[in-house]
């Protein structure tokens, strides 16, 4: 368990960082004078370099020090941000990512990255001081620190922890590090190495006592101890001024500084100064307190819990048969329990989806770069969980459509100005809680669908015949049909009339639907509905003939019985009167092709599947139940009026019907039996 | 006894010895034999829940062991008769390859005989005349005394289309 790979930790955690890194750079884009920003994105750079070092991952740390440096005019606020240094530099953390991916396979594409870098860096120098200016008001540190560390010798004094060496640590490399800061004079201290038969080789039992002649800022000696700084013993301190006396006084009242002899190696010196984000930071870090799982692991419980469900259920079905009381009581005890178990294992699987927002902040600001459109990138309701598995597979099909909305969607700045918009686009994505569901919406504010242009593309590709007749969400619907794309351009971004279809079929894929609304001038918006979850939900029993189905109860409205009337009538209509409401009804028993004879009172069970309403007429409604999705294997694959199957308390399997899947075979089966009876009277 | 000779260099070398594990099964008249390695395990007739519009050939599911796994009846894809379960009907759970998923599926078994070895050497390839059973089924046919045994191409059994429900019961495409 504990014996994972170290480099493995090192990608992990350098993905994070350049994660951070990314955010921040973006940040940096909408709010260029933002130094904590600045800071943090340093902070990031430098965090990668050490363990990217440590860690073996010399091309990184190489990469990643050239990065920094030109990178450090800009903290030192020499350097203004633009937007084009915030374009090098997110390619330069792509670049770290593929170094970091495929060690040894990119290096050589990283130095046209950095002259690029350093030539931004350098166009930008000079020409916006303001940066400067702001941060030496600001009571500015660094540059403050710069000033009065001129040519000063300071005392180091370290002792790493027992355990350093284990943890990889390398006290040479600190040494080495502090002698590119200036010249040293390194002394070793002995006095904690114990007889030579109590010696443990793997601790670390000496400390060092450095004098270091510098020019840097306190800030860069305290850098080289960055990685190993959490438990370590270290002081620093001011020992005497290599140049003048004068900057020594001006340095004196500074009460951390002091100007002690020495110290008692004994006694653990705290570190004797934090820098306030350092802090931060690490407390942003620390937020309450998290462990880090494998998701099989994750995977397997889930499992053992829809077991347990399953075999609760039987559970369940015995004791109400029995008359033994305990039993009855035992068994409602363990239900709570099984149900208390289930909520708790799908909660752990839940996710914020705005880990998966963030992701394409990046993404619009790529392509708005590659478009030439400015695009204000909105994002609403990061708090919304959904199931892990579900946000994983939600990635690909996202990028699709908000490419499309950028791409497709939003019109070249000068046509928005002409059509009285303003010349940034906007592309809105939120997500919310819809009962059992969770609703995504990409909306842009572009010209919206070309009904015309769908229509035609879609005669041309014969989809429709030319003549055909067909409403508005129906021409919306044909953006899904594979092979099919209204750009007129193909550019290298979308267009090639693959993507919608896959994007459906994805959702389809994770028990989803997907809508698309449009208006002429005013924007598309395309909104996707998932399930919460995908491993166990509510359905409601019930049978037809001998058969015993699951309805996804999030998708059931009301029961109703089958009147009479509507029984007798078999060839016309086929729809009831719900309230005033015409709902049409598809009996399960014709598309079962169901042999056994029908219950006398026929039941109708009202779904509802996107904006339509459909009664499902049964034999008999049973009840609710708690169903553990199975999955069907490919051998089922053409049958999709089912999205899964599940095991019932006695044991045997029952499928889980597909709501919206289904409407769409009854209107098949309807307009074939109608097209049927034409035929016959013809 | 583990010899663990590959199915799929059976037919190509069948000179170089050996044998073939093989779970023997009975449909109808004819002996099958299924490679003794993929099955997992053998059942009694559990109850088949039924699903509509399915292909005839996996128009049934199963719970085993608390998975829900799809039922084949391999006596569609042979034309056979097809009477209802007795007391010899057994379930056969083998594993198969699916496009490259191992995939865990039931057969229905008329009867289960024995685990047996076939002498490598004795299999053929299937005859092109004198059958009326498509041929791409049909990976060998063993011998064993004076019975023929048929060796199932499984993978090629269930990656087909076919065995699409006929008749009365169109292949709609749901």
Known sequence: ?682 | MSLNVNMSTLTGAKSTGGAMNALTLRLQDEIFAVEAESVREILDVVPITEVPNARIFVGGLINVRGRVVPLADLRVMFGMERPPADVNTRIVVVEVDLDGEPTIVAILADRVHDVTEIETATIQDAPRVGMRWRPEYIRGIGKRGDDFIIIPDMGKIFTMEDGKPSGSQEGVGL
């Open chain 1, 1 to 682: 368990m504990s014996a994972a790979d170290p480099t493995d930790v090192f990608r992990q955690e350098a993905r994070e960082l350049l994660e951070q890194l990314e955010q921040a750079l973006l940040d940096l884009n909408d709010a260029p004078d933002d130094r904590d920003l600045v800071d943090s994105s340093f902070r990031a750079l430098h965090t990668i370099k050490g363990s990217g070092a440590m860690f073996g991952f010399e091309e990184v740390a190489g990469f990643v020090h050239e990065f920094e440096t030109a990178f450090d005019r800009v903290r030192k606020g020499t350097a203004s941000i633009s937007a084009e240094l915030i374009k090098v530099a997110l390619a330069a953390k792509d670049h770290i990512a593929r170094l970091i991916a495929e060690p040894g396979k990119h290096a050589a594409a990283g130095e046209p990255i950095l002259e690029h870098l350093r030539t931004v860096v350098e166009s930008g120098v000079g020409h916006v001081p303001a940066p400067v200016a702001k941060a030496a008001a600001a009571g500015a540190p660094a540059a403050a620190a710069h000033g009065q560390s001129h040519g000063r010798s300071w005392r180091i004094k370290f002792r790493l922890p027992e355990n350093a060496l284990v943890l990889g640590a390398n006290p040479l490399l600190l040494l080495d590090e502090l002698r590119e800061l200036g010249a040293c004079e390194v002394a070793v201290s002995t006095d904690a190495v114990p007889p030579l038969d109590a010696i443990d080789p793997e601790v670390c039992y000496l400390g060092w006592d450095v004098v270091l002649s510098t020019d840097s800022p306190r800030q860069a000696i305290d850098d080289v101890f960055m990685f190993v700084r959490d438990d370590m013993e270290l002081s620093i301190e001011l020992v005497a001024p290599a140049s003048t006396v004068a900057t020594a006084s001006a340095v004196a009242p500074q009460p951390s500084v002091a100007l002690l002899p020495d110290i008692n190696w004994k006694e653990p010196v705290p570190v004797v100064e934090i820098e306030k984000h350092r802090e931060t930071s690490n407390a942003a870090g620390k937020t309450g307190s998290s462990l880090r799982v494998p998701a099989e692991r994750l995977d397997q419980l889930m499992d053992r819990v829809g077991e347990l469900v399953i075999a609760q259920a039987r559970l369940s079905q015995l004791a109400a048969a029995s008359d033994d009381a305990n039993l009855k009581a035992l068994s409602e005890e363990i239900e709570r329990l099984a149900s208390g178990l289930r909520d708790t294992t799908m909660g752990i699987r839940m996710v914020p989806i705005g880990t998966l927002f963030g992701r394409f902040r990046r993404l619009v600001h790529d392509l708005s770069n590659d478009l030439g459109k400015e695009v204000d990138f909105v994002t609403v309701g990061e708090e919304t969980e959904l199931d892990k598995t579900v946000i994983e597979r939600l990635a690909d099909p996202l990028v699709h459509v908000i490419r499309n909305a950028i791409d497709h969607g939003l019109e070249a700045p000068s046509r928005r100005v002409n059509a009285g918009k303003s010349g940034r686009g906007r592309v809105r994505l939120a997500a919310t809680h819809a009962g059992a569901e969770v609703a995504i919406s990409i909306a842009d504010d572009g010209a919206g669908l070309n009904i015309e242009r769908i229509r035609a593309k879609a005669v041309e590709a014969g989809l429709i015949a030319a003549d055909a007749k067909l409403a508005e969400h129906e021409l919306f619907q044909l953006v899904f049909h594979p092979g099919f794309s209204t750009a007129k351009e193909v550019t290298s971004l979308s267009g090639r009339g693959v993507g919608m279809d896959v994007v459906k079929r994805t959702i389809e894929g994770l028990r989803g639907h997907i809508d698309l609304s449009s208006k002429p001038g005013e924007g598309t918006t395309v909104t996707l509905r998932l399930p919460l979850t995908l491993a166990i939900i509510e359905g409601m029993l019930v049978r037809v003939g001998q058969g015993r189905y699951s309805i996804p109860l999030s998708a059931v409205e009301e029961c109703v019985e089958l009147p009479t009337d509507a029984e007798a009538c078999k060839s016309g209509r086929n729809f009831l009167n719900i309230r005033g409401n015409l709902v049409p009804f598809l009996r399960l028993r014709e598309l079962f092709k169901t042999k056994a004879p029908a219950d006398p009172h026929q039941k109708v069970v009202i779904v509802s599947a996107g904006e339509f309403r459909v009664g499902l007429v049964v034999d008999q409604v049973i009840g609710n139940s708690q169903t553990v999705i199975k999955s069907l294997s490919k051998l089922h694959a053409d049958v999709e009026s089912f999205s899964g199957a599940t095991i019932l308390g006695d044991g045997t399997v029952a499928l889980i019907l597909d709501v919206s899947h289904l409407v769409t075979f009854g209107q098949n089966f309807e307009s074939r039996l109608r097209d049927e009876r034409i035929g016959r009277a013809a």
